[in-house]
């Protein structure tokens, strides 16, 4: 059984970088055909995808925060962690790590979520 676990500061400051990690445990990250992928929900809206660093390491962001985000990867640890840069408010919101099957075409394991909130 797979999991994934968020882990990262719940608060932080205006115009200072987040980073969150996401521990894989039960599979590696390196297996062929899986995106591993972070999607966040502010609250009262909808889910908004960022983007996914995928099984060869290859990254893809969404094009509304492309411009301050990055997705990197430990194999050693297997973990892929999200930076995202001068954050604002509204960059508050619940984040999730998830594994996307491109066989499937679904995501198959999400992590329980970590609470993010942007402010003074």
């Known amino acids: 059984q797979v999991q994934l676990q968020e882990s990262g500061p719940g608060l932080v400051k205006p115009s200072q970088s987040l980073s969150l990690t996401c521990t894989v445990s039960?599979?590696?990250?390196?297996?062929?055909?899986?995106?591993w992928t972070w999607i966040r929900q502010p609250p009262g809206k909808g889910m908004e995808w960022i983007g996914y660093?995928?099984?060869?390491?290859?990254?893809y962001y969404g094009p509304s925060l492309k411009s301050h985000t990055s997705i990197s990867r430990d194999t050693s640890r297997n973990q892929f962690t999200l930076q995202l840069s001068s954050v604002t408010p509204e960059d508050t919101a619940v984040y999730y790590c998830a594994r996307w099957s491109s066989a499937l075409q679904a995501y198959e394991y999400w992590g329980q979520g970590t609470q993010v909130t942007v402010a003074s």
């Open positions: 039960g599979g590696s990250i390196t297996t062929n055909d899986y995106y």
């Open positions: 660093i995928a099984y060869s390491g290859s990254t």
